[in-house]
């Protein structure tokens, strides 16, 4: 089974690919948040021969301007059930991602052909134009590396933030990363295309000791020894939404 990558951080997206150089590493990926003046460095990508999306307008937009590459979808492109999953690929989608709210027994029903599954990262929980760095330290753009900030919860875990500066916005993620690890043997039998590892809180030396961990899951059958990681959550994969 393949694997695929995605990192929100260059350097670490550049470490795995020298690490890693067997595994697809994600390099052109749309915003979470697209604004019209940004439509000038979205168009630059659309020389790559492969581009991730996250929102409708982004695809409107890879459509709009007549995009013959291969066309990614994220889980924000929501494929709930077979009539979705069929619409995308109507409209040019070579490979949609799992939403993150289905189930084992749902994902099997919904079908996986030309789809892809998260097993490992921090779920995206808020996604806010209010730039939280800006509210504390001012306005300081950095718009090659953004900035990382924590927010303390109620129960006193702090929920990661990455300020992404290029494109004025900010995703807040879970404390606790999903990992479906203990799955495998069930997500073997998806006969899915691929499967997706998502860093984004995580440091470079973090990404490759958890991706080394995986790949030896996943294409080697190992199963001795822990992950290189304690709290996890398998998300809705095993219950669904209640």
Same mark, same amino acid.
């Given at each position: 089974?393949?694997? %695929?990558?995605?990192?929100?951080?260059?350097?670490?997206?550049?470490?795995?690919?020298?690490?890693?150089?067997?595994?697809?590493?994600?390099?052109? /990926?749309?915003?979470? /948040?697209?604004?019209?003046?940004?439509?000038?460095? =979205?168009?630059?990508?659309?020389?790559? +021969?492969?581009? =991730?999306?996250? @929102?409708?307008?982004? !695809?409107?937009? &890879? !459509?709009?301007?007549? $995009?013959?590459?291969?066309?990614?979808?994220?889980?924000? &492109?929501?494929?709930?059930?077979?009539?979705?999953?069929?619409?995308?690929?109507?409209?040019? /989608?070579? &490979?949609?991602?799992?939403?993150?709210?289905?189930?084992?027994?749902?994902?099997?029903?919904?079908? *996986?052909?030309? %789809?892809?599954?998260?097993? $490992?990262?921090? /779920?995206?929980?808020?996604? %806010? %134009?209010?730039?939280? $760095?800006?509210? *504390?330290?001012?306005?300081?753009?950095?718009?090659?590396?953004?900035?990382?900030?924590?927010?303390?919860?109620?129960?006193?875990?702090?929920?990661?933030?990455?300020? #992404?500066?290029?494109?004025?916005?900010?995703?807040?993620?879970?404390?606790?990363? !999903?990992?479906?690890? @203990?799955?495998?043997?069930?997500?073997?039998?998806?006969? !899915?295309?691929?499967?997706?590892? $998502?860093?984004?809180?995580? +440091?470079?030396?973090?990404?490759?000791?958890? @991706?080394?961990?995986?790949?030896?899951?996943?294409? +080697?059958?190992?199963?001795?020894?822990?992950?290189?990681?304690?709290?996890?959550?398998?998300?809705? #994969?095993?219950?669904?939404?209640?």
């Amino acid at each position: 089974m393949d694997i %695929s990558v995605l990192c929100e951080d260059k350097t670490t997206a550049e470490l795995l690919e020298k690490t890693y150089p067997q595994l697809h590493i994600y390099k052109n /990926v749309f915003p979470y /948040v697209m604004r019209k003046k940004d439509g000038e460095t =979205l168009r630059e990508m659309l020389k790559e +021969d492969e581009i =991730l999306v996250r @929102t409708p307008d982004g !695809l409107g937009f &890879l !459509l709009e301007n007549g $995009y013959k590459g291969r066309i990614v979808a994220d889980a924000q &492109l929501y494929t709930f059930n077979r009539s979705a999953k069929d619409l995308l690929e109507k409209r040019g /989608v070579f &490979l949609d991602t799992v939403p993150l709210e289905l189930n084992f027994h749902e994902i099997r029903e919904r079908g *996986t052909q030309s %789809s892809e599954l998260m097993i $490992y990262g921090h /779920v995206p929980m808020m996604i %806010s %134009s209010q730039c939280l $760095y800006k509210n *504390t330290e001012g306005c300081r753009k950095d718009e090659k590396n953004g900035h990382r900030v924590a927010l303390r919860d109620r129960m006193g875990k702090k929920q990661g933030c990455i300020c #992404f500066c290029r494109y004025c916005y900010n995703v807040i993620f879970n404390s606790v990363p !999903l990992s479906l690890h @203990t799955q495998m043997d069930r997500i073997r039998k998806l006969d !899915l295309k691929s499967l997706r590892l $998502y860093f984004t809180l995580e +440091d470079p030396g973090e990404a490759v000791r958890i @991706t080394d961990y995986f790949v030896g899951l996943v294409r +080697d059958g190992k199963k001795d020894g822990m992950p290189p990681f304690k709290d996890y959550t398998t998300g809705h #994969f095993v219950k669904g939404v209640e």
